[in-house]
Protein backbone atom coordinates (compact mmCIF):
# COMPACT_ATOMS: atom_id res chain seq x y z
CA UNK A 1 0.00 0.00 0.00
CA UNK A 2 1.14 3.73 -1.16
CA UNK A 3 2.30 5.72 2.36
CA UNK A 4 3.24 9.36 1.74
CA UNK A 5 5.67 10.93 4.15
CA UNK A 6 6.65 14.80 3.98
CA UNK A 7 9.99 16.33 6.44
CA UNK A 8 9.70 18.60 7.98
CA UNK A 9 6.54 18.78 9.85
CA UNK A 10 7.13 22.63 10.16
CA UNK A 11 9.24 25.07 9.55
CA UNK A 12 10.08 28.77 9.46
CA UNK A 13 12.24 30.58 8.00
CA UNK A 14 13.17 34.30 7.36
CA UNK A 15 12.09 36.24 4.27
CA UNK A 16 14.37 36.08 1.49
CA UNK A 17 15.54 32.52 2.28
CA UNK A 18 15.79 29.69 -0.37
CA UNK A 19 13.84 26.51 1.32
CA UNK A 20 13.31 22.70 0.45
CA UNK A 21 10.51 21.01 1.34
CA UNK A 22 10.48 17.34 1.06
CA UNK A 23 7.85 14.42 -0.04
CA UNK A 24 8.57 10.88 0.49
CA UNK A 25 6.77 7.99 -1.27
CA UNK A 26 7.23 3.99 -0.78
CA UNK A 27 6.35 2.75 -3.81
CA UNK A 28 7.98 4.45 -6.64
CA UNK A 29 6.17 2.67 -8.95
CA UNK A 30 4.00 5.89 -9.55
CA UNK A 31 1.78 7.82 -12.38
CA UNK A 32 2.55 11.47 -11.01
CA UNK A 33 3.21 13.31 -8.07
CA UNK A 34 1.43 16.90 -7.17
CA UNK A 35 2.54 19.83 -4.67
CA UNK A 36 -0.35 21.74 -3.51
CA UNK A 37 -0.84 24.51 -0.94
CA UNK A 38 -3.34 24.88 1.87
CA UNK A 39 -4.08 28.02 3.73
CA UNK A 40 -5.53 27.94 7.16
CA UNK A 41 -9.17 27.10 7.05
CA UNK A 42 -9.37 26.88 3.27
CA UNK A 43 -9.09 24.05 0.39
CA UNK A 44 -5.88 22.93 -1.57
CA UNK A 45 -4.46 24.52 -4.26
CA UNK A 46 -2.49 23.08 -7.01
CA UNK A 47 0.76 24.43 -7.22
CA UNK A 48 2.57 21.59 -9.66
CA UNK A 49 1.89 18.60 -11.40
CA UNK A 50 5.17 15.96 -12.35
CA UNK A 51 4.76 13.19 -14.59
CA UNK A 52 6.28 10.05 -14.30
CA UNK A 53 9.00 10.84 -17.17
CA UNK A 54 9.76 14.38 -15.99
CA UNK A 55 12.52 15.40 -13.62
CA UNK A 56 11.70 18.96 -13.23
CA UNK A 57 8.47 21.45 -12.97
CA UNK A 58 8.89 24.74 -12.44
CA UNK A 59 5.94 27.43 -12.10
CA UNK A 60 7.30 31.19 -11.02
CA UNK A 61 9.90 30.83 -7.98
CA UNK A 62 8.86 27.19 -7.50
CA UNK A 63 10.39 23.85 -9.08
CA UNK A 64 9.46 20.01 -7.88
CA UNK A 65 11.69 17.60 -8.41
CA UNK A 66 11.00 13.86 -8.97
CA UNK A 67 13.21 11.16 -8.52
CA UNK A 68 11.33 7.92 -8.78
CA UNK A 69 13.69 5.23 -7.72
CA UNK A 70 14.45 6.92 -4.74
CA UNK A 71 10.52 7.78 -3.96
CA UNK A 72 11.98 11.39 -3.30
CA UNK A 73 10.52 14.54 -4.68
CA UNK A 74 11.40 18.00 -3.32
CA UNK A 75 9.76 21.04 -3.73
CA UNK A 76 12.04 24.60 -4.15
CA UNK A 77 10.96 27.69 -3.00
CA UNK A 78 13.29 30.20 -4.32
CA UNK A 79 13.25 34.20 -2.33
CA UNK A 80 10.66 32.79 -0.31
CA UNK A 81 8.29 35.65 1.12
CA UNK A 82 5.58 36.18 3.85
CA UNK A 83 2.68 35.53 1.53
CA UNK A 84 4.28 31.89 1.14
CA UNK A 85 3.49 30.98 4.58
CA UNK A 86 0.77 28.26 4.18
CA UNK A 87 0.66 24.03 4.72
CA UNK A 88 2.09 22.74 1.29
CA UNK A 89 1.12 18.96 0.75
CA UNK A 90 2.16 16.62 -1.77
CA UNK A 91 -0.03 13.30 -3.38
CA UNK A 92 0.32 10.86 -5.25
CA UNK A 93 -2.15 8.04 -6.89
CA UNK A 94 -2.69 4.94 -4.96
CA UNK A 95 -1.58 1.84 -6.37
CA UNK A 96 -5.06 1.11 -8.73
CA UNK A 97 -5.38 4.50 -9.48
CA UNK A 98 -8.42 5.12 -8.12
CA UNK A 99 -7.39 7.90 -5.78
CA UNK A 100 -4.96 9.88 -4.25
CA UNK A 101 -2.78 9.15 -1.28
CA UNK A 102 -1.30 12.67 0.26
CA UNK A 103 1.07 13.44 2.97
CA UNK A 104 0.57 15.28 6.15
CA UNK A 105 2.44 18.41 4.95
CA UNK A 106 4.76 20.84 5.80
CA UNK A 107 3.52 24.12 7.45
CA UNK A 108 5.68 26.91 6.02
CA UNK A 109 6.05 30.33 8.25
CA UNK A 110 7.78 32.63 6.36
CA UNK A 111 8.95 35.98 8.98
CA UNK A 112 9.32 39.35 7.61
CA UNK B 1 -15.43 30.48 -13.63
CA UNK B 2 -14.89 26.97 -13.69
CA UNK B 3 -15.01 25.47 -10.30
CA UNK B 4 -15.87 23.64 -7.18
CA UNK B 5 -18.47 24.97 -4.96
CA UNK B 6 -19.29 23.90 -1.56
CA UNK B 7 -22.12 24.59 0.62
CA UNK B 8 -22.50 25.24 3.33
CA UNK B 9 -18.74 26.74 4.64
CA UNK B 10 -20.24 26.26 8.52
CA UNK B 11 -22.78 23.48 9.85
CA UNK B 12 -23.50 23.17 13.29
CA UNK B 13 -25.12 19.24 13.69
CA UNK B 14 -27.32 17.94 16.50
CA UNK B 15 -26.60 14.98 17.75
CA UNK B 16 -28.86 12.25 16.17
CA UNK B 17 -28.61 14.37 13.17
CA UNK B 18 -28.19 13.55 9.45
CA UNK B 19 -26.90 16.52 7.43
CA UNK B 20 -25.88 16.83 3.88
CA UNK B 21 -22.85 18.63 2.43
CA UNK B 22 -23.46 19.78 -1.06
CA UNK B 23 -20.76 19.38 -3.40
CA UNK B 24 -20.96 21.03 -7.45
CA UNK B 25 -18.42 21.20 -9.87
CA UNK B 26 -18.90 22.96 -13.87
CA UNK B 27 -15.68 21.49 -14.67
CA UNK B 28 -17.09 18.70 -16.20
CA UNK B 29 -15.22 16.35 -14.29
CA UNK B 30 -15.33 12.57 -14.13
CA UNK B 31 -14.28 11.86 -10.89
CA UNK B 32 -15.13 13.10 -7.89
CA UNK B 33 -13.80 13.00 -4.25
CA UNK B 34 -14.99 13.64 -0.42
CA UNK B 35 -11.80 14.17 2.33
CA UNK B 36 -12.47 14.57 5.84
CA UNK B 37 -9.55 17.02 7.22
CA UNK B 38 -8.94 16.70 11.33
CA UNK B 39 -7.13 19.35 12.43
CA UNK B 40 -3.23 19.14 12.20
CA UNK B 41 -3.78 15.93 10.66
CA UNK B 42 -3.73 14.86 6.82
CA UNK B 43 -6.64 14.38 4.34
CA UNK B 44 -9.06 10.68 4.77
CA UNK B 45 -10.19 9.44 1.61
CA UNK B 46 -14.25 8.74 2.36
CA UNK B 47 -16.27 8.18 -0.65
CA UNK B 48 -14.76 8.84 -4.41
CA UNK B 49 -16.84 8.12 -7.37
CA UNK B 50 -15.40 7.31 -11.15
CA UNK B 51 -18.41 7.94 -13.06
CA UNK B 52 -21.98 8.70 -12.39
CA UNK B 53 -24.47 6.24 -10.59
CA UNK B 54 -21.14 4.79 -9.50
CA UNK B 55 -19.21 5.06 -5.97
CA UNK B 56 -16.71 3.34 -3.71
CA UNK B 57 -15.55 3.33 -0.03
CA UNK B 58 -12.67 5.29 0.71
CA UNK B 59 -10.85 4.45 3.96
CA UNK B 60 -13.18 6.00 6.68
CA UNK B 61 -16.83 5.18 4.80
CA UNK B 62 -18.52 4.16 7.75
CA UNK B 63 -21.43 6.69 9.11
CA UNK B 64 -21.11 8.56 5.78
CA UNK B 65 -23.40 7.70 2.27
CA UNK B 66 -23.41 9.75 -1.00
CA UNK B 67 -25.17 10.00 -4.23
CA UNK B 68 -23.98 10.21 -7.83
CA UNK B 69 -27.22 10.51 -10.29
CA UNK B 70 -25.41 13.65 -11.67
CA UNK B 71 -21.97 14.35 -13.22
CA UNK B 72 -21.76 17.69 -11.28
CA UNK B 73 -23.20 16.89 -8.15
CA UNK B 74 -21.53 14.56 -5.32
CA UNK B 75 -23.65 15.45 -2.19
CA UNK B 76 -22.09 13.79 1.32
CA UNK B 77 -24.70 12.63 4.23
CA UNK B 78 -22.88 12.45 7.78
CA UNK B 79 -25.27 10.43 9.46
CA UNK B 80 -25.86 9.84 13.26
CA UNK B 81 -24.11 6.81 12.80
CA UNK B 82 -20.92 9.23 12.80
CA UNK B 83 -19.75 9.48 16.54
CA UNK B 84 -17.10 12.09 16.16
CA UNK B 85 -18.07 14.08 12.80
CA UNK B 86 -16.81 17.12 14.14
CA UNK B 87 -14.49 18.35 10.79
CA UNK B 88 -13.23 20.09 8.13
CA UNK B 89 -14.64 18.36 4.46
CA UNK B 90 -13.30 18.79 1.12
CA UNK B 91 -14.69 17.93 -2.31
CA UNK B 92 -12.73 17.18 -5.01
CA UNK B 93 -12.55 16.73 -8.40
CA UNK B 94 -10.21 15.24 -11.24
CA UNK B 95 -11.21 15.49 -15.08
CA UNK B 96 -10.12 11.14 -15.29
CA UNK B 97 -8.13 8.78 -12.63
CA UNK B 98 -4.72 10.50 -11.41
CA UNK B 99 -5.00 13.79 -13.60
CA UNK B 100 -4.57 16.68 -11.59
CA UNK B 101 -6.74 17.21 -8.42
CA UNK B 102 -9.00 20.06 -8.01
CA UNK B 103 -10.27 21.09 -4.63
CA UNK B 104 -13.50 23.13 -3.34
CA UNK B 105 -12.98 25.47 -0.39
CA UNK B 106 -14.33 23.20 1.91
CA UNK B 107 -17.12 22.86 4.72
CA UNK B 108 -16.47 23.11 8.56
CA UNK B 109 -18.90 20.47 10.22
CA UNK B 110 -19.84 21.02 14.08
CA UNK B 111 -21.85 18.71 16.89
CA UNK B 112 -23.19 20.82 18.83
Known amino acids: KQEVTQIPAALSVPEGENLVLNCSFT??????LQWFRQDPGKGLTSLLL?????REQTSGRLNASLDKSSGRSTLYIAASQPGDSATYLC???????????FGPGTRLSVLP | DGGITQSPKYLFRKEGQNVTLSCEQNLNHDAMYWYRQDPGQGLRLIYY???????QKGDIAEGYSVSREKKESFPLTVTSAQKNPTAFYLC???????????FGEGSWLTVV
Open chain 1, 91 to 101: AVPDNYGQNFV
Open chain 1, 50 to 54: IQSSQ
Open chain 2, 49 to 55: SQIVNDF
Open chain 1, 27 to 32: DSAIYN
Open chain 2, 92 to 102: ASSIAKRNTIY
